[in-house]
C-alpha cells in the first residue's frame, strides 16, 4: 500500500501561483509514476500532469503546458506541482496519484492509490 497526502492549496487571485506538494508513504518502491488530476464541480476528473518516479519523463495536459511543472524528490519522497499564471478555469480539487504500472499516464483509472484532495480556487 502507498499512503498519499496532499497540502498546498488555497485561494489565490488570476495570474497568481501556488504550489502543490504530495508526500508518499508506505511501498513506495512499488511506484512507476506519480500524477496530478483534477476535479471541477460537475466534470469529470481529469490530468493535469504525471511523472516517473524514477526516469526523468514528465507530462502535461495541453490546458497548463508553459503554466505547470511537475517535480519530484525521491529523498522526500515528494512530488510537487508549481502552478503560475493561474486562471479561474484552474478552479478544482487537485488529487495525487500513484500507479504501478508503466502506461496510461492520464487515465485515472490506471492509478492505484489516491490522495485526499486539496482544494485550489481561482478568483477573477
Known amino acids: 500500500q502507498v499512503q498519499l497526502v496532499e497540502s498546498g492549496g488555497g485561494l489565490v487571485q488570476a495570474g497568481g501561483s501556488l504550489r502543490l506538494s504530495c508526500a508518499a508513504s508506505?511501498?513506495?518502491?512499488?511506484?512507476?509514476?506519480m500524477g496530478w488530476f483534477r476535479q471541477a464541480p460537475g466534470k469529470e476528473r481529469d490530468v493535469v500532469a504525471a511523472?516517473?518516479?524514477?526516469?526523468?519523463?514528465?507530462s502535461y495536459a495541453d490546458s497548463v503546458k508553459g503554466r505547470f511543472t511537475i517535480s519530484r524528490d525521491n529523498a522526500k519522497n515528494t512530488v510537487y506541482l508549481q502552478m503560475n499564471s493561474l486562471k479561474p478555469e484552474d478552479t478544482a480539487v487537485y488529487y495525487c496519484?500513484?500507479?504501478?504500472?508503466?502506461?496510461?499516464?492520464?487515465?485515472?483509472?490506471?492509478?492505484?492509490?489516491w490522495g485526499q484532495g486539496t482544494q485550489v480556487t481561482v478568483s477573477s
Open positions: 511523472i516517473s518516479w524514477r526516469g526523468v519523463g514528465t
Open positions: 508506505g511501498s513506495i518502491f512499488s511506484i512507476n509514476t
Open positions: 496519484a500513484a500507479k504501478r504500472g508503466p502506461t496510461g499516464w492520464d487515465l485515472p483509472a490506471r492509478y492505484d492509490y
